[in-house]
């Protein structure tokens, strides 16, 4: 058995994640229409059916989308903060929606799937670190800036999907409105490339076999800026880096 991870697509038009260990498979945010979902995960040699559920990282468009009639269509689970419930309904949650504690890992499957709490404007959002037990997977997208808490548990992970959202001088030169660049650069936003570099000098990376950037602005950033900030962090070929499209993703990688 091994970990394995594929992207349906990154970036502000939708995201969705694939985590697999053994026979078990969640879906970690759904962005996407239901039928371009069945789409995206047919280009990985998936159906609907082959997930146990989709895991929800926060309340905004372009990752919780459609997740919950797309469960509801396919008869799947769904994983999600209390806040995050709270900001899109006012109902107690349906028997398919499990909402979780943020700081408590919970098990489907053979995978142990361990939420935690990062700064973006949203009512609770979280991020996750994916285990089979022998490796460890952490995801880190939609985040205004690196906290102690947020190093500390992705430190000494065998594979990083990271935000790389945008270049500072793009978003400050780029044609988006004021309070828009405010946003995503301040506190609450989207990781810049250079923060993301800097927490990638925090961490314990001596094990890392895996390191994709992730949710790049079409507008403020390019593929090759990320992928040099990255590589400098660890002192690798840029050519390592992976990179996470918004129409394609990234196909299998496994550990």
């Not at 459609?66 to 689970?77: C, E, I, K, T, V």
């Not at 548990?153 to 030169?173: F, I, K, P, Q, Y």
Request: charged share 20%; proline share 5%.
């Amino acid at each position: 058995m091994a970990l394995r991870f594929a992207s349906l697509g990154s970036g502000s038009r939708g995201n969705g994640l694939v985590v697999e260990a053994g026979a078990s498979r969640v879906l970690l945010d759904c962005g996407f229409s239901p039928r371009d979902c069945e789409r995206r995960l047919g280009r990985l040699g998936l159906v609907p059916s082959d997930l146990a559920g989709i895991v929800v990282t926060h309340e905004h468009d372009d990752h919780i989308g459609d997740a919950l009639p797309f469960a509801a269509r396919h008869g799947l689970q769904v994983w999600m903060t209390h806040g995050t419930w709270r900001a899109i309904a006012d109902t107690a949650a349906p028997s398919h929606v499990t909402l979780v504690d943020s700081h408590h890992p919970f098990v489907v499957g053979e995978l142990c799937v361990s939420p935690f709490p990062v700064p973006h404007d949203a009512r609770e959002p979280v991020q996750f670190v994916f285990s089979d037990g022998a490796s460890r997977l952490g995801v880190l997208t939609d985040i205004g800036a690196p906290t102690r808490h947020v190093a500390e548990t992705l430190s000494g992970c065998d594979a990083l999907v990271l935000e790389c959202n945008h270049d500072a001088g793009m978003l400050a030169r780029g044609p988006y409105p004021a309070w828009l660049k405010q946003r995503i650069g301040g506190p609450f936003g989207h990781l810049a490339n250079d923060a993301a570099a800097e927490l990638l000098a925090m961490l314990d990376t001596r094990g890392l076999k895996h390191v994709v950037a992730a949710h790049l602005s079409e507008s403020n950033n390019t593929p090759e800026l990320a992928r040099r900030a990255l590589a400098e962090a660890l002192g690798c070929e840029e050519s390592w880096i992976g990179v996470a499209s918004q129409d394609r993703g990234f196909d299998w990688r496994a550990l």
